[in-house]
C-alpha cells in the first residue's frame, strides 16, 4: 500500500472523529435593557448584566446570571433575579434549583416578590419563580461571579418563548452610585460560538502532523529513487 494511501486513510479517520465529537452543548446569551417609563438612575448599568441559557441535558435547563461590571468607586451587585411566564407557558418551567455551580461568593434562596417597577414591563405577569440573596448584600452576585439556576425544561421551547416574549426574566441591581438601585429585564439573544474542545484540537493537530510526515517520507523516496535512475 502506499505512504500517501496510509495517510489518507489516517486523515480520514481521524477527521470523522472531529466531526462526530465537536458538538457543543447548545447555549444562547441574553442582554438585559432598560425598563421603559421606570427608573433611570441606573441605566447606564444594564450592560454590565447578562444571563446564559444552556442545554443542560437531562430535560433540564441551566440559566447563568452574570455581573461583568467593572468600576473603581462602587461596585453594582445583582440582588434579585425573577422569571414572568405568560399563561400560555404556564408549565414551562418546572423544579426550580438554585446555586447551581455559581462562581464566587454566591449565595441566593427562593423568593417570588415582584420585581421592582415590572409593572412598566409591557407583558410582565407576576414573578412565577425568582430569587435573592441568602444573607444580605455579601451573598449576591458581586462583579465576576455568577449564579447558577436549573429549571426541568426543554431547551428549543424555552428560547422560543424569550423570543416571544411569553417568557421575561428581570433583575434588580443595587450599590449603584450615590446607593440607588434599578431593575432590567431580557433583551435579544446573541448565539455563543461553539468553541472545540482542547482533545478534537489536539485530534486535527496529530492527523495533520502524520499527514505531513507521511509526505515528507514520500517526497524523500522519491527523490532517492530518481537518482538511482
Do not use: C
Not at 53 to 77: E, M
Not at 197 to 207: K, M, R, T, W, Y
Amino acid at each position: 500500500m502506499k505512504v500517501t494511501t496510509i495517510a489518507s486513510i489516517l486523515l480520514t479517520g481521524m477527521g470523522a472523529t472531529v466531526i462526530a465529537t465537536s458538538a457543543p452543548a447548545s447555549a444562547a446569551t441574553f442582554g438585559f435593557q432598560n425598563i421603559l417609563g421606570g427608573n433611570t438612575v441606573g441605566d447606564a448599568f444594564a450592560k454590565d448584566f447578562s444571563f446564559d441559557v444552556t442545554d443542560n441535558g437531562g430535560g433540564t435547563v441551566l440559566f447563568k446570571f452574570l455581573n461583568k461590571a467593572s468600576y473603581t468607586s462602587y461596585n453594582p451587585a445583582l440582588k434579585q433575579v425573577a422569571f414572568s411566564l405568560d399563561n400560555s407557558v404556564s408549565s414551562l418551567l418546572s423544579n426550580i434549583k438554585l446555586n447551581v455551580n455559581n462562581t464566587g461568593n454566591v449565595l441566593f434562596e427562593e423568593s417570588t416578590k415582584n420585581l421592582p417597577q415590572s409593572n412598566s414591563i409591557s407583558g410582565w405577569n407576576i414573578t412565577n419563580f425568582g430569587a435573592d440573596p441568602d444573607g444580605g448584600n455579601s451573598k449576591a452576585v458581586q462583579s465576576g461571579e455568577s449564579l447558577g439556576i436549573t429549571f426541568t425544561a426543554n431547551y428549543s421551547a424555552v428560547l422560543a418563548a424569550i423570543n416571544a416574549g411569553t417568557l421575561k426574566l428581570g433583575i434588580h441591581v443595587g450599590s449603584l452610585p450615590n446607593g440607588a438601585s434599578d431593575s432590567y429585564y431580557n433583551s435579544v439573544p446573541t448565539p455563543r460560538t461553539p468553541v472545540p474542545e482542547p482533545s478534537i484540537l489536539f485530534g486535527a493537530g496529530l492527523a495533520f502532523g502524520l499527514a505531513t510526515l507521511f509526505k515528507g517520507n514520500h517526497d524523500k523516496k522519491w527523490k532517492q529513487e530518481k537518482i538511482k535512475a
